[in-house]
């Protein structure tokens, strides 16, 4: 025997103490929904959620599904007419960040802005310039649970068929480059074009 330490090993952990249980999970279940019901009944007949874009999924894998953004740009309100403050007091969620890509998406957009638009009744503030068809027809508006303004179809994949000889000679890599050289460089060629066309005005003013 060599003159070792005697072992102590520490088995009284007092997990019990420590371990999370989930047995409240129905409970608050009950509790959420309660608090959607009463917030509902408090807000009515306002709509029970902001409304929101439709915007496609990120990656290649899941762009083709369309689903609920953050918020509308600044340019999508732009086109329907309404200014961020406004839009973020009657019931319209505003994101400074996000950027429209394609102007399928900003007219996709801005007719859900619009359809929002013609179902909205809108009160005044000053109780006196609230007129009696406006009351009635608040008083008989029904609110909307979800999105007030539903999300559009998801686009369906095509039938296949036959690939065609101009797309056998298309090439796409080459086009995206093109596109790409000629976007990267337009500010370039649009200065160049305007130097050219000024010294050919010059030119007919010493004539």
């Not at 102590?8 to 509790?31: A, C, S, Y």
């Not at 999300?151 to 797309?167: D, G």
Request: glycine share 4%; proline share 5%; charged share 30%.
């Amino acid at each position: 025997m060599q003159n070792k330490q005697l072992p102590n090993v520490h088995l009284r952990k007092e997990w019990d103490l420590r371990v999370r249980t989930w047995f409240n999970q129905p409970g608050r279940k009950l509790r959420r929904r309660r608090a959607r019901v009463a917030k509902a009944a408090q807000i009515a007949p306002r709509p029970t959620e902001l409304l929101r874009p439709a915007v496609h999924c990120p990656t290649a894998k899941y762009n083709r599904k369309v689903r609920v953004g953050r918020g509308f740009t600044l340019e999508e309100l732009k086109g329907a007419g309404l200014s961020a403050k406004y839009a973020a007091t009657i019931g319209i969620a505003v994101d400074y960040r996000r950027v429209n890509r394609s102007e399928e998406s900003l007219s996709l957009n801005v007719q859900r802005l619009k359809a929002y638009q013609s179902k909205l009744i809108v009160l005044p503030r000053n109780a006196k310039k609230r007129s009696a068809e406006v009351l009635e027809a608040y008083k008989n508006a029904a609110q909307s649970a979800g999105q007030a303004v539903p999300l559009p179809e998801a686009a369906k994949p095509e039938e296949p068929r036959a690939v065609t000889a101009e797309e056998k000679k298309a090439r796409a890599f080459v086009t995206l480059r093109q596109a790409q050289g000629a976007h990267k460089s337009h500010g370039v060629a649009m200065k160049r074009k305007a130097e050219v066309l000024e010294k050919k005005a010059n030119a007919v003013n010493k004539k």
